[in-house]
T-cell receptor, first 114, second 114 residues
Framework: AQSVTQLGSHVSVSEGALVLLRCNYS??????LFWYVQYPNQGLQLLLK??????LVKGINGFEAEFKKSETSFHLTKPSAHMSDAAEYFC????????????FGKGTHLIIQP | ETGVTQSPTHLIKTRGQQVTLRCSSQ?????VSWYQQALGQGPQFIFQ???????GRGNFPPRFSGLQFPNYSSELNVNALELDDSALYLC?????????????FGPGTRLTVL
């Protein structure tokens, strides 16, 4: 079985400040990990993914995440928040074959203060 | 290149009725997955279709069923609708061959059951 825990249902940061969204996973086999962003009334857009290559993964819009096996974490960061980053962020895990689908966390709502 | 499209965008049904939701895959993709996203929650995996057969299934009852057509488009059917079926239903297409393959999401169908 696999699961994802996202700490903090809401995170608020000032524009220009560091963004840190936390994700911890549980998986019985080496996982594939993803971060998706969802804007209001839209589907999900992939930000980045970890597929057992480099542990530091760079994605779109200046986001990056680091896979830490010892901590079973895959936290998402961005050095400087922009107003357009305000959205819902989901961490997801799956395993080898992919037929199990993605298991998502409950999401973190990112609020950007001007 | 056309992305994933879903129809209808919104739907209102009453308890006990049946509903069919439709999804067109992104060009070149041969696998379709369906997810249910309740309000304020992360998406939950319903099932996946490949080569017109169900390839994997999440924890959903048999009244949730699907089809995949030769052109890789797909339908999600839900019988005997319940109030708790009210949710955003997301379709995602991908290439078959492993969990590392990115799933591309459509904008979703918002189903309301009264």
């Amino acid at each position: 079985a696999q699961s994802v825990t996202q700490l903090g249902s809401h995170v608020s940061v000032s524009e220009g400040a560091l963004v840190l969204l936390r994700c911890n996973y549980s998986s019985s086999v080496p996982p594939y990990l993803f971060w998706y962003v969802q804007y209001p009334n839209q589907g999900l857009q992939l930000l980045l993914k970890y597929t057992s290559a480099a542990t530091l993964v760079k994605g779109i819009n200046g986001f990056e995440a680091e896979f830490k096996k010892s901590e079973t974490s895959f936290h998402l960061t961005k050095p400087s928040a922009h107003m357009s980053d305000a959205a819902e962020y989901f961490c997801a895990v799956t395993r080898g074959g992919g037929a199990d689908g993605l298991t998502f966390g409950k999401g973190t709502h990112l609020i950007i203060q001007p | 290149e056309t992305g994933v499209t879903q129809s209808p965008t919104h739907l209102i049904k009453t308890r006990g009725q049946q509903v069919t939701l439709r999804c067109s895959s992104q060009s070149g993709h041969n696998t379709v997955s369906w997810y249910q996203q309740a309000l304020g929650q992360g998406p939950q995996f319903i099932f996946q279709y490949y080569r017109e057969e169900e390839n994997g299934r999440g924890n959903f009852p048999p009244r949730f069923s699907g089809l995949q057509f030769p052109n890789y488009s797909s339908e999600l059917n839900v019988n005997a609708l319940e109030l708790d079926d009210s949710a955003l239903y997301l379709c995602a297409s991908s290439l078959y061959g492993g969990g590392h393959n990115e799933q591309f999401f459509g904008p979703g169908t918002r189903l309301t059951v009264l």
